[in-house]
């Protein structure tokens, strides 16, 4: 026998067994891909799923952000709600006032604020206007700048002595 005739069939037979194995590996593969298939269908509408909760988390996020603020500025609002309290000022004339110290405090004032009044209309609308002393005809009120309310104090200026002419004292 002749060795390249033995290195031939052999080549030959190494060649028909990758043929084999190829097609053996086509096969796997054709029935591979049978089963993967429905599996990427899956991945694909997982991943337009997450697309979409991602864009509802995003959603919620910036409304969450939107309610953060509020509640911060509500809190806002309360805290310096509580710096005053409803204050008769005269017979059935109801101003806001400014608390010297706050409740729930030691009682030092927290801030050097005078004592001042506020308009109650304005400030049960969400507007600060501070009270302006007026005096009119003898009698004092604390007029609003805004609503042009006026709060008398039931206060009055005495009348100056008058003093006639000629009269002796």
């Given at each position: 026998?002749?060795?390249?005739l033995?290195?031939s069939?052999?080549?030959?037979l190494?060649?028909?067994k990758d043929a084999?194995e190829?097609?053996?590996?086509?096969?796997?593969f054709?029935n591979?891909?049978a089963?993967i298939?429905?599996?990427?269908?899956?991945?694909?509408?997982?991943?337009?799923?997450?697309?979409v909760?991602m864009g509802q988390?995003?959603e919620?996020?910036?409304?969450m952000a939107?309610d953060?603020?509020e509640l911060s500025?509500?809190q806002?609002?309360?805290?310096?709600r509580?710096r005053?309290s409803?204050?008769?000022?005269?017979?059935?004339?109801?101003?806001?006032?400014?608390n010297d110290a706050?409740?729930?405090s030691?009682?030092n004032?927290?801030?050097?604020?005078p004592?001042?009044?506020?308009?109650?209309?304005c400030?049960?609308?969400?507007t600060?206007s501070?009270l302006q002393?007026?005096?009119?005809?003898g009698?004092?009120?604390?007029?609003?700048?805004i609503?042009?309310?006026?709060?008398?104090t039931?206060?009055a200026i005495p009348?100056p002595a008058?003093r006639?002419?000629?009269?002796?004292?």
């Amino acid at each position: 026998m002749d060795i390249t005739l033995i290195t031939s069939i052999a080549s030959s037979l190494k060649a028909a067994k990758d043929a084999t194995e190829a097609m053996l590996s086509i096969r796997d593969f054709n029935n591979t891909a049978a089963l993967i298939a429905p599996i990427n269908d899956q991945l694909l509408k997982a991943q337009q799923d997450l697309f979409v909760y991602m864009g509802q988390l995003l959603e919620l996020q910036a409304q969450m952000a939107r309610d953060r603020d509020e509640l911060s500025k509500l809190q806002g609002a309360l805290e310096e709600r509580g710096r005053y309290s409803l204050f008769e000022l005269s017979t059935g004339v109801f101003v806001y006032r400014f608390n010297d110290a706050p409740a729930g405090s030691d009682g030092n004032p927290t801030t050097p604020q005078p004592v001042h009044y506020l308009c109650q209309p304005c400030f049960d609308k969400g507007t600060k206007s501070v009270l302006q002393r007026l005096s009119a005809y003898g009698r004092i009120s604390l007029d609003c700048s805004i609503c042009k309310a006026r709060h008398p104090t039931g206060e009055a200026i005495p009348a100056p002595a008058f003093r006639v002419p000629g009269a002796f004292s």
